[in-house]
């Protein structure tokens, strides 16, 4: 049993243990109708050990909330899952195209920035070609940046 992550869970205010396994949070899932998610077996392997962290199927959640919702135990399930997730990427576990997003967010302060064809058919549409957001102002963006270098968001999204 991962006590050490159950800990973190439960000081969070997110008691897994109180499952019962149902199956109604698997069942209700959107994403895990499309894809290999499976929340009741997630939430299993957080009570076993630290591999969790590891599971890139972590990542397949939309966070829509509909298990949280069913779940007869009242189980903040969705929360349990970000939480799982900010502990993953505390250690290193992200998905390269998340990797990715975050140096986008860093480099130029959006996760899609701006293209060229996309400027292109703003200004068809009679648009100003950069539209009011951080890419317009050089100075929002350092601000940005700097807030992200406070946090430490570049040292937590870095290749470990
Ligand atoms: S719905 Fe709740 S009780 Fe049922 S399996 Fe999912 S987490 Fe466990
Ligand atoms: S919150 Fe995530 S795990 Fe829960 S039903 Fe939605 S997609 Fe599935």
Known sequence: MSKEILEVLKAA???VLACMHCGTCTGSCP???????????????ARKDRVVLS???LWLCTT??????????????????LELRRLAVRE??????????????MECGHAVPLDEETKKKREELGL??????????PEALKQIQT????CKFDELVAEK
């Open 13 to 15: 205010g997110l008691d």
């Open 31 to 45: 994403s895990g109708r499309h894809t290999g998610l499976n929340t009741r077996r997630i939430l299993r392997d």
């Open 55 to 57: 599971d890139e199927d």
């Open 64 to 81: 829509c909330y509909t298990c949280q919702e069913r779940c007869p135990r009242g189980i903040p399930i969705t929360d349990a899952l």
């Open 92 to 105: 290193g576990f992200m998905l390269p195209e998340h990797r990715r997003v975050s140096e986008m967010v």
């Open 128 to 137: 100003d070609p950069i539209p009011e957001t951080v890419q317009k102002y």
């Open 147 to 150: 807030l992200l270098k406070t």
